[in-house]
């Protein structure tokens, strides 16, 4: 039964590859970062991952490979949030990055689901990453990571307020990935992306204006008010390839 389970996902795999996706905007990217707060949403998960971690890969509607990583929801993502002291990264010379995320990760990869993750990824020639705040960061050790093993697939990362989780050394490794790009979206009123330990790559970040400045931290950090700032930007609509002529 395992087998033929196994054989079916794997039909669906290819299906999915052998088609030629139409390339997503900002607009669908930060409505699926939004729905991965919610459970049991549409997007069924291809990998078999214990539901504490938040992640889910799918193919959407037109055939990208999504991944996507749930932000904090819970008292075990705040203690996680809250060790944030900066640990060395085994697998960056120098580079240092924050110690709940990165031991997240590091359990994430040991788990038996993840190995299928590998198989996925290597039938793509795109993966889109998206995540908002501590999901962000996390999803950017995760590409980190895949980019190491699967130089021949392109990993696009986008970030909604993501806080401050690596040294400078960390990002000088991630740019010298030539099948990795970065986007960083921020609101003006949220003080979240100035939290932490660590700093932004400036040039790869995309500031978002809203009509209503909110002093509430909290309100102003929630991941539907990006999907409003998003909505309001006049290259929602463009796909990220044409967003990276800003950037890159």
Known sequence: MIGIKKLLIHSLIFFGSSLSPLIPNLN??????GSSYK?????????????HFGIKIFYDEDSNLILT???TSNLSDWIENINCALVKHKGVKNAMVHSGYYNTMQKMIA????????EIVSLEKDVYLCGHSSAAAKNILICHYLAQKHSTTNFHIIAFGMPKFADSHFYRELKEFKNVKLISVRLADDIVPTLGIGVHDQKSTLYLDLKNFILNPFKAHQMIRYREAVLL?????DTINSLYDNFF
């Open 233 to 237: 930007y006049k290259k929602c609509n």
């Open 28 to 33: 669908k990217l930060a409505k699926y970062t």
């Open 111 to 118: 788990e038996p689901g993840w190995k299928f993750l590998h």
């Open 69 to 71: 990583c749930r932000g």
């Open 39 to 51: 459970e049991g949403n549409e997007n069924n998960s291809l990998l078999n991952l214990p539901t």
